[in-house]
């Protein structure tokens, strides 16, 4: 174990860049911009050339995923705890200094509203979780013994829960319902590497259903409520909540099977795609594309979500393994949530598409999301 | 051994990573499952719904027909207009409408209201869309006919009016004004009941903010006039506004368009200057009516009812002051007094009964009667007008005497007189067609009996000078002066003379009808006895005592009678002055002849309400309207065979030869 053996030494001359998940990244990130370069050309001037800022955020979020990528993430593993408790400064701070957009204060100023930055906490706070996740599982007293030795109790969880319901609790109450449910999803997707004992798995799938009920009756709020509403009967509001996801089914279904071809999609060109640079990229993308474009995009999106997971099968240590997990479920739950809800699979909830949807603060984590993924693919083999 | 060289911790995951696989592989198959049911096999219905979202047809408004007077004058045409119109669901109250508002000059009580009514037809719309995403939203208009100026406001901030749009309107338009009132009606917007009588199947001929035809012409001929409305297709974004460019009009799928058909124009037999004519002879007068026929036609040459009102006023719709007004005043000006309302004739009617005096043997041409100013017929005493001592049928017609006619009536019997009446066409519609035509009436022995359960020998007197229960039409007894003018033809009358396609650029101006004199019947008189008669009518205005000879004009030979016809007594009148009472009490004037005597062109018949004496106020007027017609009318459309239509309109100049 002490030394490396022959096998070992291979793979140390095939280590550094992971070249299948930056060109599979790469691929993604193209596409996106070509795609928001459509989507934006019928937008009044002054939204025309996002792309081009897009690209900026790319290559500013490309620089910032090579320094994730380059610290050690042993670092990040020593000073998790210290970032988890900068991030749930920030999002309080967003309570203070929000912003608000669409009656949801998610955003926080920097150097003045005109020229200035802002970006949203919440967004690093998915990084950030999935940093911390990791940290308690590779800390964890309770590693259970070889294969078949029991399983953990409720209790063990409760820590966990705690590091997510923070967040998940401050990022709600924005209300942001679509960052809220990523990071359940992150903390779902690492617990998931946890053995579990059934009886234990039971009881919580009770306890999620009676918590669901709750919630429902007194902590959603209507406009969250309506749209799910509204998603299981869709006739309802075809105008008010509806609206957006109905035009967004006929325009991927406008897409037929090779597109209208670029830049003709016409729900997109004749403006009956809402918010098509933010959250409904993807019908605009289908309706161009058609089926063949969309099934090379969730390719490329699996692609990149599975080399992830074979990121964390071969990762060196726990920390390693629940870091590359909980970034990956989090490329893997933007995805699913927006495809699924455009197409009506799911709810709409606002979740973007990455590196699809423009914004800087969405392009940048996931870039650092890729580049911790990086990092740990990077350093499988590094000893100490 | 771990040949990755992992630490032994990490084994806890190690069997989770298949199952995370095969879940991100599941969830996307479902993605991917979806998406094939939208793209592959739900793509032909999307794609539909994708093209009707941006395609939609816009209705191509067509042209009513133009109306125009027997030498191409016109009388009814369509204007441009520009109307605003507004899509409610996609109109943003906050930002357009304040903007939309303050372009129009809308006051701030008409603002408010407006704005109510937007807000209600947007939440309709809203309402109808949630429940069905096909509902087509509507479009309002909200204002009519705005100025020059206020459509290059518009198009000046056309970029900030999003879902608002100004689109030209042809507007009907009558330039003879309250001229051709009763005769050409108006048209005006259609409301829910007219679209509700609709018959299933011509649902979608009539749409609202349509205007037809509510009376007159206009009315008659609304199914030649109308036309056919087109369509076109147009492609519009999701915020209601038009895309033009040429990208945009190639998702328009054929047929792109439906041009619309357009309406019919009329050619009527009227002479609006004769009509002219007749309202400046009426100068003087406070009402009533003048028909002019075409002897050898019974086409009319005129028709004038007064009081009248600008038709255009009705057009656009009237103010609820203007529409008070109109119905409060005590000359109804809305009444067309030449056809539907009836009146007493008075001594107008002699010519007739002497007819069926001579046709009946019950009188000769030489037979006297004694005039003593009263008739004692059993208890009641029956007036003339004068005294005139032994009285023949001759001057009794020429100086209009009562008692000779009350003599006559005895002899004659009510039924011998009034089957000639019905003979000439009384008592009957004369089937012109237009604002419910009144058929007037001519009482019989068995219509006494009927009405008054008895019948006496004064019911035939009074009929015999056109009393009692006598009633007819300005236009009756003109059709029946041409028809003794002409020798005994009673024509139907005709204001309609030719239907003709209209001339546009693609050709069209000529007749696609034309309507010929249609002959009601041949009356039975023997000539000798018309003539006698007709000598008699010429002594009315030609002789010295006649009661129209001061009247008489000396540039043509016009034969006649004059009338004046008691009215029933009134008291009081609602909405009348007490002081002006009196005027509603006095007599009708009439005056009805022909010209020129030898051979007779024109027939007129005029009434004046409440003028007093027939000799002295409806004689003057029609004397005016044959002396213009012969000495500056027709002289002016003599040349008729070589320029057909006198008048430089571009229009008429292709219209048919008279």
Same mark, same amino acid.
Not at chain 1, 351 to 374: A, C, E, K, Q, R
Not at chain 2, 413 to 421: F, G, R
């Given at each position: ?7 070992? $030494?291979? %793979?140390?001359?095939?280590? #550094?860049?992971?070249?299948? !998940? =930056?060109?599979? *990244?790469? +691929? ?49 593993? $020593?000073? %998790?705890?210290?970032?988890? #408790?900068?991030?749930?400064? !920030? =999002?309080?701070? *967003?309570? +203070? ?288 | ?658």
């Amino acid at each position: 174990m002490n030394r490396p053996s022959a096998l070992g $030494r291979v %793979a140390r001359a095939r280590e #550094g860049i992971d070249w299948a !998940l =930056l060109i599979g *990244v790469l +691929i993604i990130a193209v596409i996106g911009v070509i795609n928001l370069y459509s989507a934006t050309s019928v937008a009044k001037a002054g939204r025309a050339d996002l792309y081009v800022t897009q690209i900026y955020w790319l290559v500013a979020g490309g620089i910032a995923a090579t320094l994730a990528a380059a610290i050690d993430y042993r670092h990040f593993e $020593r000073l %998790a705890y210290v970032i988890y #408790g900068g991030g749930i400064v !920030l =999002l309080l701070l *967003v309570f +203070i200094l929000g912003r608000d957009i669409h009656g949801a204060s998610r955003w926080i100023d920097i150097g003045g509203k005109e020229r200035g930055f802002r970006f949203q906490p919440s967004e690093f706070m998915k990084l950030i979780l999935a940093i911390s996740l990791a940290k308690y599982l590779h800390d964890d007293p309770k590693i259970p013994a070889g294969p078949g030795g029991g399983g953990r109790r409720l209790g063990d969880y409760v820590v966990p829960a705690v590091l997510v319901g923070i967040p998940f609790a401050l990022v709600a109450k924005q209300p942001d319902l679509g960052t809220a449910l990523i990071l359940m999803g992150i903390f779902v997707a690492v617990m998931a590497l946890t053995r579990i004992r059934w009886q234990s798995l039971t009881l919580l799938v009770v306890g999620v259903t009676a918590t669901s009920l709750v919630a429902w009756n007194y902590l959603l709020h209507d406009y969250q409520k309506r749209r799910i509403t509204s998603f299981i009967n869709p006739e309802l509001d075809i105008r008010g909540a509806n609206w957006h996801s109905h035009h967004a089914r006929v325009a991927i279904g406008n897409g037929g099977v090779f597109g209208q071809g670029y830049m003709h999609g016409t729900q997109n060109h004749y403006l009956f795609i809402p918010e098509q640079h933010t959250d409904f990229p993807f019908p605009v993308f289908a309706e161009d594309w058609g089926f063949t474009g969309g099934l090379v995009l969730i390719a490329a999106y699996t692609f990149v979500v599975l080399w992830g997971i074979g990121i964390a099968a071969r990762a060196r240590d726990r920390f390693g393994a629940a870091l590359a997990v909980g970034v990956t479920a989090m490329i893997f739950w933007h995805a699913f949530f927006n495809i699924g809800m455009v197409t009506g699979v799911l709810p709409v909830v606002g979740v973007t598409l990455p590196l699809f949807s423009y914004g800087g603060s969405s392009v940048t984590t996931v870039l650092v999301g890729i580049g911790l993924l990086m990092n740990v693919s990077m350093r499988r083999n590094t000893f100490g | 051994m771990n040949l990755l060289g992992q630490r032994p911790d990490v084994g806890e995951f190690r069997k989770r990573y298949k199952w995370l696989a095969l879940a991100v592989v599941a969830l996307n198959l479902v993605l991917v499952g979806k998406l094939a049911h939208l793209q592959l096999i739900k793509a032909a219905e999307n794609a539909a719904i994708a093209h009707d979202n941006i395609v939609h047809k816009v209705t191509l408004a067509t042209s009513r027909g133009v109306i125009r007077d027997r030498h191409g004058v016109v009388l009814a045409a369509s204007r441009e207009s520009w109307n605003v119109y507004v899509v409610p669901a996609r109109l943003d109250l906050d930002k357009t409408y304040p903007r939309l508002a303050e372009l129009l000059g809308l006051g701030p009580v008409e603002r408010a209201t407006l704005e109510q009514r937007l807000r209600e037809a947007r939440a309709k719309d809203l309402a109808a869309l949630k429940l069905d995403p096909k509902h087509r939203i509507r479009e309002i208009i909200v204002r009519e006919d705005i100025s020059r100026d206020t459509v290059g406001a518009l198009e000046t901030h056309r970029a900030e009016l999003s879902a608002v749009s100004w689109i030209s309107v042809p507007l009907r338009y009558y330039p003879q004004k309250e001229l051709t009132f009763h005769l050409l009606g108006y048209v005006n917007e259609v409301n829910k009941e007219d679209l509700d009588a609709l018959p299933e199947g011509q649902k979608k001929e009539l749409q609202p903010g349509d205007r037809v035809g509510r009376s007159g012409v206009e009315k008659a001929w609304e199914a030649f006039l109308r036309g056919q409305r087109g369509w076109k297709k147009v492609v519009m974004d999701a915020r209601g506004n038009r895309r033009t460019a040429k990208e945009d009009q190639a998702l328009i799928d054929a047929p792109a368009e439906n041009p619309p058909v357009p309406g019919r124009d009329l050619r009527l037999s009227i002479d609006a200057d004769l009509v002219s004519t007749a309202r400046k002879a009426f100068a003087g007068q406070l009402a009533g009516a003048v028909v002019a026929i075409e002897v050898k036609t019974g086409r009319v040459l005129a028709v004038y009812s007064k009081p009248g009102i600008d038709p255009n006023d009705f057009v656009t719709g009237l103010s609820q002051k203007q529409a008070e007004a109109i119905l409060t005043n005590p000359l109804s000006p809305l009444t067309d007094k030449t056809l539907y309302e009836a009146y007493f004739p008075g001594s107008t009617m002699k010519p007739f009964h002497a007819l069926a005096a001579l046709g009946a043997g019950a009188v000769t041409r030489d037979s006297h009667e004694l005039c003593e100013h009263v008739l004692q017929v059993s208890r009641t005493r029956f007036k003339c007008e004068g005294f005139h001592g032994q009285i023949s049928m001759h001057d009794a017609i020429v100086r209009s005497c009562n008692v000779y006619f009350y003599q006559l009536g005895k002899k004659t019997t009510l039924d011998k007189m009034s089957a000639m009446d019905a003979e000439f066409g009384f008592g009957q519609r004369s089937g012109v067609g237009f604002n419910h035509e009144s058929p007037g009436l001519i009482p019989t022995t068995a219509w006494y009996m009927q009405h008054y359960g008895g019948f006496r020998t004064g019911f035939a007197l009074n009929a015999a000078i056109g009393q009692g229960n006598t009633k007819v039409t300005v236009l009756q007894l003109a059709m029946a002066y041409a028809a003794l003018a002409n020798g005994g033809t009673l024509y139907a009358p005709q204001v309609v003379q030719a239907i003709e396609t209209p001339f546009t650029d693609a050709g069209g101006g000529g007749i696609e009808q034309d309507f010929p004199p249609r002959i009601r019947r041949k009356i039975g008189v023997d000539p000798g006895q018309l003539k006698f008669v007709k000598e008699a009518m010429a002594g009315v205005v030609n002789e010295e005592g006649g009661t129209a000879y001061r009247e008489r004009t000396t540039k043509v030979m016009v034969a006649g009678k004059t009338g004046t016809a008691q009215v029933s007594r009134v008291g009081q009148k609602p909405g009348i002055d007490p002081h002006l009472i009196w005027y509603f009490n006095r007599d009708h004037a009439w005056f009805a002849g022909f010209a020129p005597y030898d051979d007779p062109e024109i027939a007129i018949a005029v009434l004046v309400e409440h003028g007093g004496g027939g000799g002295h106020n409806a004689a003057p007027i029609a004397m005016r309207m044959f002396d213009e017609w012969f000495t500056r009318i027709k002289p002016a459309h003599e040349g008729a065979a070589t320029a057909p239509d006198g008048k430089p309109l571009p229009s008429a100049s292709k219209g048919p030869a008279k």
